[in-house]
């Protein structure tokens, strides 16, 4: 024996798939022990380790029983391994911190079949040399070492037939009651942008502002982008990390006889709320050609306003900031248009964060999508970020993760997750679990690119764990993300809410800039930078 062994285990043909629960192990020795067991698709025989491919199951301190018994390894130290006709063979490794593994050499050294039954058949393997475990390096492993031990497992249900479904009632929502506000056009200045604020109006139930309109004197492309804060404008540094980026588009300029419309595809849709009823705009071009009007009165008082909202006069921007501070031109009116739709009231006081809602609400009462912003505005490797269980659900299973990339080429993609925040968290680390790598083609600009719920290993989000971090990594910089601002309400904490509904919220996080990732290298993350992208999941039953 030495510190443990890889081996192989695979279904018999035509059984559906089976559900690895636990091990046991043998030792001749009565000590404590630490013992971890990984997994891998595929065959462990000449696997690298460590890889990316292999995840964690379990890591258990556990008192050896001693000789002629097998030593059990708590379930409740076990995350469940399922082996199925997708993935008919998985290879473990199964590893103490001290030589204590008791294995049998194999005379025939052929890997052939050690044990099985109608369901599963355990393969001969290797003993490990080592803790910890050096993959393929000369001297990691022990060629041709039987396993000594026991595998816990449930047989998977072959699915019965769909059932047919009762026909329900057709529930109708109410129509959502969409407005516009405009301004002026009697532009008589300009240069690259303008700041401006915007707030409820008295007795107002709230508004999602879905896009803006501007004024430009130009009529070929343009580049523009949009930002925005909680509270004033008025006086703030820009750029400051309490300004985020929620449109980014190049459109053409309408001229100075019609206001030029930012589609709603490049516009993060944001919330005016009774909690945040007002918020501050910029809205800027790469060049000196918006145009705005000089405001002889020189007050920041209302310039237009109708029964839901109401525009304030502001200052204009005199330059594109780079990475330089911007200038501002005072008392500059914004000549252009708020796009929104009417909030219906609510009575409910238990929602997350209700003003940063940005999210599509679950198509039934089982199954839901959630998605963030698609902005993008900035980009690397990857995106930290987590989701929270809301406190009136049951619970969630994320079945997949959309991203946004904005090129068509093959990339690939990597998924992991640890239960707890992933801000802060370290990595490379046990508590992370690869559940996704794939290679596919990027959708690009406009839409996202859906990682395939085959290739997506299931977690879930319940009472048990309500906060799951996730890291979502490209091996090209080709992932997009957008700055986020911080929370400013009681209760929020830096990374705020950026989409919810009534199952689940996800929250900014950092971005992440190399592939792989190590947290502990220096300048490796961006902060506060909003993934976007969507979350397939699972309502659990309540």
Same mark, same amino acid.
């Given at each position: 024996?030495?510190?443990?062994?890889?081996?192989?285990?695979?279904?018999?043909?035509?059984?559906?798939?089976?559900?690895?629960?636990?091990?046991?192990?043998?030792?001749?020795?009565?000590?404590?022990?630490?013992?971890?067991?990984?997994?891998?698709?595929?065959?462990?025989?000449?696997?690298?380790?460590?890889?990316?491919?292999?995840?964690?199951?379990?890591?258990?301190?556990?008192?050896?029983?001693?000789?002629?018994?097998?030593? *059990?390894? %708590?379930?409740?130290?076990?995350?469940?391994?399922? =082996?199925? @006709?997708? $993935?008919?063979?998985? #290879?473990? !490794?199964?590893?103490?911190?001290?030589?204590?593994?008791?294995?049998?050499?194999?005379?025939?050294?052929?890997?052939?079949?050690?044990?099985?039954?109608?369901?599963?058949?355990?393969?001969?393997?290797?003993?490990?040399?080592?803790?910890?475990?050096?993959?393929?390096?000369?001297?990691?492993?022990?060629?041709?070492?039987?396993?000594?031990?026991?595998?816990?497992?449930?047989?998977?249900?072959?699915? *019965?037939? %769909?059932?047919?479904?009762?026909?329900?009632?057709? =529930?109708? @929502?109410? $129509?959502?009651?969409? #407005?516009? !506000?405009?301004?002026?056009?009697?532009?008589?200045?300009?240069?690259?942008?303008?700041?401006?604020?915007?707030?409820?109006?008295?007795?107002?139930?709230?508004?999602?502002?879905?896009?803006?309109?501007?004024?430009?004197?130009?009529?070929?492309?343009?580049?523009?982008?949009?930002?925005?804060?909680?509270?004033?404008?008025?006086?703030?540094?820009?750029?400051?990390?309490?300004?985020?980026?929620?449109?980014?588009?190049?459109?053409?300029?309408?001229?100075?006889?019609?206001?030029?419309?930012?589609?709603?595809?490049?516009?993060?849709?944001?919330?005016?709320?009774?909690?945040?009823?007002?918020?501050?705009?910029?809205?800027?071009?790469?060049?000196?050609?918006?145009?705005?009007?000089?405001?002889?009165?020189?007050?920041?008082?209302?310039?237009?306003?109708?029964?839901?909202?109401?525009?304030?006069?502001?200052?204009?921007?005199?330059?594109?900031?780079?990475?330089?501070?911007?200038?501002?031109?005072?008392?500059?009116?914004?000549?252009?248009?708020?796009?929104?739709?009417?909030?219906?009231?609510?009575?409910?006081?238990?929602?997350?964060?209700?003003?940063?809602?940005?999210?599509?609400?679950?198509?039934?009462?089982?199954?839901?999508?959630?998605?963030?912003?698609?902005?993008?505005?900035?980009?690397?490797?990857?995106?930290?970020?987590?989701?929270?269980?809301?406190?009136?659900?049951?619970?969630?299973?994320?079945?997949?993760?959309?991203?946004?990339?904005?090129?068509?080429?093959?990339?690939?993609?990597?998924?992991?997750?640890?239960?707890?925040?992933?801000?802060?968290?370290?990595?490379?680390?046990?508590?992370?679990?690869?559940?996704?790598?794939?290679?596919?083609?990027?959708?690009?600009?406009?839409?996202?690119?859906?990682?395939?719920?085959?290739?997506?290993?299931?977690?879930?989000?319940?009472?048990?764990?309500?906060?799951?971090?996730?890291?979502?990594?490209?091996?090209?910089?080709?992932?997009?993300?957008?700055?986020?601002?911080?929370?400013?309400?009681?209760?929020?904490?830096?990374?705020?809410?950026?989409?919810?509904?009534?199952?689940?919220?996800?929250?900014?996080?950092?971005?992440?800039?190399?592939?792989?990732?190590?947290?502990?290298?220096?300048?490796?993350?961006?902060?506060?930078?909003?993934?976007?992208?969507?979350?397939?999941?699972?309502?659990?039953?309540?």
């Amino acid at each position: 024996g030495a510190f443990g062994n890889v081996f192989d285990v695979k279904i018999v043909d035509g059984i559906p798939g089976v559900e690895i629960t636990s091990f046991d192990i043998y030792t001749d020795r009565v000590v404590h022990l630490e013992v971890e067991v990984w997994s891998l698709a595929g065959s462990a025989l000449g696997a690298q380790f460590p890889d990316p491919r292999w995840e964690m199951v379990c890591k258990t301190k556990v008192m050896g029983v001693g000789a002629d018994n097998f030593t *059990p390894l %708590p379930p409740d130290d076990f995350v469940p391994v399922q =082996i199925s @006709s997708q $993935v008919p063979v998985r #290879g473990f !490794l199964v590893v103490a911190t001290s030589p204590d593994i008791r294995y049998t050499p194999d005379s025939a050294k052929d890997y052939g079949v050690l044990s099985s039954d109608d369901y599963i058949l355990v393969r001969k393997g290797d003993g490990v040399s080592s803790y910890p475990y050096r993959g393929t390096v000369p001297g990691a492993t022990t060629a041709h070492r039987q396993y000594n031990g026991r595998v816990h497992y449930t047989v998977m249900a072959v699915p *019965p037939p %769909p059932a047919q479904l009762p026909s329900l009632p057709m =529930i109708t @929502s109410p $129509v959502d009651l969409k #407005g516009s !506000l405009e301004t002026l056009r009697d532009a008589n200045s300009g240069a690259y942008g303008c700041l401006f604020d915007v707030a409820l109006t008295d007795g107002s139930t709230g508004v999602t502002i879905e896009s803006l309109d501007f004024l430009t004197d130009v009529k070929r492309k343009v580049k523009v982008e949009v930002w925005t804060r909680k509270g004033s404008g008025l006086g703030v540094d820009f750029p400051d990390p309490s300004w985020a980026m929620i449109g980014k588009a190049e459109v053409m300029g309408a001229g100075d006889n019609a206001f030029t419309q930012i589609p709603e595809t490049d516009f993060n849709a944001v919330a005016l709320s009774p909690r945040v009823p007002l918020r501050s705009f910029i809205v800027m071009l790469f060049t000196p050609s918006i145009r705005y009007t000089i405001d002889d009165a020189e007050q920041y008082g209302v310039l237009s306003s109708d029964d839901h909202i109401s525009i304030f006069k502001g200052d204009g921007i005199t330059s594109y900031p780079g990475t330089k501070k911007s200038s501002f031109a005072k008392h500059r009116t914004f000549n252009g248009r708020i796009n929104y739709k009417v909030s219906a009231p609510t009575t409910d006081s238990t929602l997350i964060s209700p003003e940063d809602a940005t999210g599509v609400a679950p198509t039934s009462s089982t199954d839901g999508v959630l998605s963030t912003m698609k902005t993008g505005g900035s980009g690397s490797f990857g995106n930290l970020f987590d989701l929270r269980k809301h406190p009136r659900s049951p619970g969630i299973i994320v079945e997949s993760l959309d991203f946004y990339t904005d090129v068509t080429k093959k990339i690939t993609v990597e998924v992991w997750t640890t239960e707890g925040s992933a801000i802060g968290a370290l990595y490379p680390d046990a508590r992370w679990e690869m559940i996704s790598k794939v290679t596919l083609a990027g959708a690009g600009k406009g839409v996202f690119t859906s990682i395939p719920a085959s290739q997506f290993k299931s977690v879930e989000i319940s009472d048990s764990v309500t906060t799951r971090g996730f890291l979502v990594i490209l091996t090209t910089p080709d992932l997009r993300y957008s700055p986020h601002e911080k929370g400013e309400h009681p209760g929020d904490d830096e990374y705020g809410i950026i989409a919810h509904d009534s199952n689940i919220a996800v929250t900014s996080g950092d971005g992440v800039g190399s592939y792989p990732y190590r947290s502990k290298k220096r300048g490796i993350l961006t902060k506060f930078r909003a993934w976007n992208g969507a979350v397939h999941y699972k309502v659990l039953p309540g």
